[in-house]
């Protein structure tokens, strides 16, 4: 990849919309090229600034008044200057008029706070949820189609750092489909497909350092997510099935 090539996808880089070759290939071009690693460090400091709170504060009680007056003093001579020259306009309907322009103006001026910065863990559980949805959208559903376990983890060998567990699940429910590359954490992950009664499960794993944790339920636009950490990997879970059967999906593993 040359520059020209890293300049037009840096952009979809950073928003985490380029798929698992383009990434890599973005990643290993900034790692050479100091021009577009400092094109990149730019944008993102950029990107930080717009999202910090130091962009936003909150009006004082006193300003907020002194608003709300002058709006109020404002519409009402507006409203008494128009409701001589509108005579061919019923005042009930001049009166709605000026409310619906009163509170237009109020609702905008007495906007003064932003809404809360995501929490942690917010972007991994996004990009999860992205990473899912594409793969549904963009027939990208598995790289190697297996319902063996003994198949699926070979292939991952030399494509990743570590090597994924897989389970067969077939007597709890679970069908295995295959499995497949993904980036989710800034770095290449395993991707391993089950299916439910029609209904496709996403299980995305990698190692992390941090500790053992329970399973944690979270729901996005109707999909239903788990997150836990079990022998030093991070593991997520995603799909349109009932919460229930995610959760005990999770347990399995």
Same mark, same amino acid.
């Given at each position: 990849m040359?520059?020209?090539?890293?300049?037009?996808?840096? %952009?979809?880089?950073?928003?985490?919309?380029? #798929?698992?070759a383009?990434?890599l290939?973005?990643?290993? %071009?900034?790692?050479?090229? =100091?021009?577009?690693?400092?094109n990149?460090?730019?944008?993102?400091?950029?990107r #930080?600034? &717009?999202?910090?709170?130091?962009?936003?504060?909150?009006?004082?009680?006193? !300003?907020?008044?002194?608003?709300?007056?002058?709006?109020?003093?404002?519409?009402? @001579?507006?409203f008494i200057a128009?409701? @001589?020259?509108?005579? *061919? !306009?019923?005042?009930?309907? @001049?009166a709605?008029?000026?409310?619906? =322009?009163? =509170?237009?103006?109020m609702?905008g001026?007495?906007r003064?706070?932003? =809404?809360?910065?995501?929490?942690? *863990?917010?972007?991994?559980?996004?990009?999860?949820?992205?990473?899912h949805?594409?793969?549904? &959208?963009?027939?990208?559903l598995?790289?190697?189609?297996?319902?063996?376990p003994n198949?699926?983890?070979?292939w991952?060998?030399?494509?990743l750092d570590?090597?994924p567990?897989?389970?067969?699940?077939t007597?709890n429910?679970?069908?295995?489909? *295959? *499995?497949?590359?993904?980036? !989710? #954490?800034?770095?290449?992950?395993?991707?391993?497909?089950?299916q439910?009664?029609?209904?496709t499960?996403?299980?995305?794993?990698?190692?992390?350092q941090?500790?053992t944790?329970?399973i944690?339920?979270?729901?996005?636009?109707?999909?239903h997510?788990?997150?836990?950490?079990?022998?030093? &990997?991070?593991?997520?879970?995603?799909?349109?099935?009932?919460?229930?059967e995610?959760?005990?999906? @999770?347990?399995l593993?």
């Open positions: 040359n520059c020209t090539e890293a300049h037009r996808f840096l %952009h979809a880089y950073i928003d985490n919309e380029l #798929d698992i383009h990434t290939d973005i990643e290993r %071009h900034l790692e050479t090229c =100091a021009a577009c690693l400092e990149y460090n730019e944008y993102q400091a950029l #930080d600034a &717009m999202r910090s709170d130091s962009l936003y504060f909150t009006a004082p009680e006193k !300003l907020q008044k002194s608003v709300s007056s002058a709006i109020r003093q404002r519409n009402r @001579a507006t128009r409701a @001589a020259s509108w005579r *061919g !306009l019923g005042v009930a309907a @001049a709605c008029l000026i409310v619906v =322009a009163l =509170a237009v103006l609702s001026f007495l003064t706070t932003p =809404a809360s910065p995501p929490g942690p *863990g917010t972007a991994i559980q996004q990009q999860v949820f992205d990473s949805m594409r793969s549904l &959208m963009a027939d990208h598995v790289d190697i189609r297996s319902s063996s198949s699926i983890k070979p991952f060998k030399g494509k570590y090597t567990y897989v389970y067969d699940l007597s429910g679970y069908s295995l489909v *295959g *499995g497949r590359l993904d980036y !989710l #954490d800034n770095r290449a992950v395993a991707a391993i497909v089950y439910r009664q029609g209904h499960i996403n299980f995305y794993l990698w190692p992390t941090q500790g944790t329970t944690a339920m979270s729901t996005i636009r109707g999909y997510l788990a997150n836990w950490r079990e022998e030093n &990997m991070n593991c997520w879970a995603i799909s349109d099935l009932n919460q229930s995610i959760q005990k999906f @999770a347990s593993q």
